[in-house]
């Protein structure tokens, strides 16, 4: 009984390491420098089409090296919710609340000289768009699962 409690820890332990060893991406953490740069790259091309101010719930968050991925919920500060109909994107024509996914986002980024570029992205996308061959040539390393 005692070998097989051991094995299976060793081998649940070693499926781990594989496991984690598969992703080519980290996932900043809170407060981090990277986090808040990745956040601040994207925040004025959401309030553009959204309206101000925005903060962003983080579903997913993926770095490596020189480019990362997002997926983000937007909304008001302390959790408002955003009404589409009354958005700066909607009252030019840019946006179809009935065609969207909401405010859902995807965010592809890349560093130059330093700095996070939000390079792509969309907002309420109801398809992957990124898991294209024009993008998974660049970014595949943070988003493997589509590429």
């Not at 332990?13 to 986090?35: I, K, M, N, Q």
């Not at 560093?111 to 996308?125: E, M, P, S, Y």
């Amino acid at each position: 009984m005692r070998k097989t409690l051991i094995g299976s820890i060793f081998g649940v332990g070693l499926l781990s390491v594989f496991a984690s060893a598969s992703y080519a991406w980290d996932e900043p953490a809170r407060g981090t420098a990277d986090r808040s740069e990745l956040m601040d790259a994207i925040r004025p091309h959401i309030e553009w089409g959204l309206g101000d101010p925005i903060e962003f719930v983080i579903d997913q968050l993926r770095v490596s090296e020189n480019v990362a991925f997002a997926s983000l919920a937007p909304q008001r500060p302390g959790g408002g919710k955003i009404d589409l109909y009354s958005t700066p994107g909607y009252l030019r024509g840019e946006f179809y609340p009935d065609q969207m996914d909401g405010t859902s986002v995807s965010v592809l980024y890349r560093k130059l000289r330093n700095t996070w570029v939000a390079v792509h992205f969309d907002i309420g996308a109801t398809d992957v768009w990124f898991a294209s061959p024009d993008y998974c040539s660049d970014y595949k390393a943070v988003i493997p699962e589509f590429c």
